[in-house]
Nanobody, 120 residues
Framework: EVQLVESGGGLVQPGGSLRLSCETS????????MSWVRQAPGKEREGVSCISRDGGSTNYADSVKDRFTISRDNAKNTVYLQMNSLKPEDTAVYYC?????????????WGQGTQVTVSS
């Protein structure tokens, strides 16, 4: 059974930091690019960041560039998203996603999401 389990979300003040984790099982993690996608209330899903299978290539949405960092540990089948200098507009449900064909391909597997709320 394929599982992607996000954790690390919560309530944080503007300017604060959070580190999201997505632990996976049931598929060959190192064969998949991994991405983080978010969805705010009333808004469309937005791609935040993606990392290649070996971690050698990453990309970010302009809205999070220089504030967020994606990384992965293929030995632990886990992908991370370090979020710094958080803003209220970062409030959303954050999902991790696995992409067999690479960062530009469709998503094969989704996690259930973790809520991030940035508010004073």
């Amino acid at each position: 059974e394929v599982q992607l389990v996000e954790s690390g979300g919560g309530l944080v003040q503007p300017g604060g930091s959070l580190r999201l984790s997505c632990e996976t099982s049931g598929f060959t993690f190192s064969s998949y690019a991994m991405s983080w996608v978010r969805q705010a209330p009333g808004k469309e899903r937005e791609g935040v960041s993606c990392i290649s299978r070996d971690g050698g290539s990453t990309n970010y949405a302009d809205s999070v560039k220089d504030r967020f960092t994606i990384s992965r540990d293929n030995a632990k089948n886990t992908v991370y998203l370090q979020m710094n200098s958080l803003k209220p507009e970062d409030t959303a449900v954050y999902y991790c996603a696995a992409k067999r064909g690479g960062c530009t391909s469709y998503t094969n597997y989704w996690g259930q999401g973790t809520q991030v709320t940035v508010s004073s």
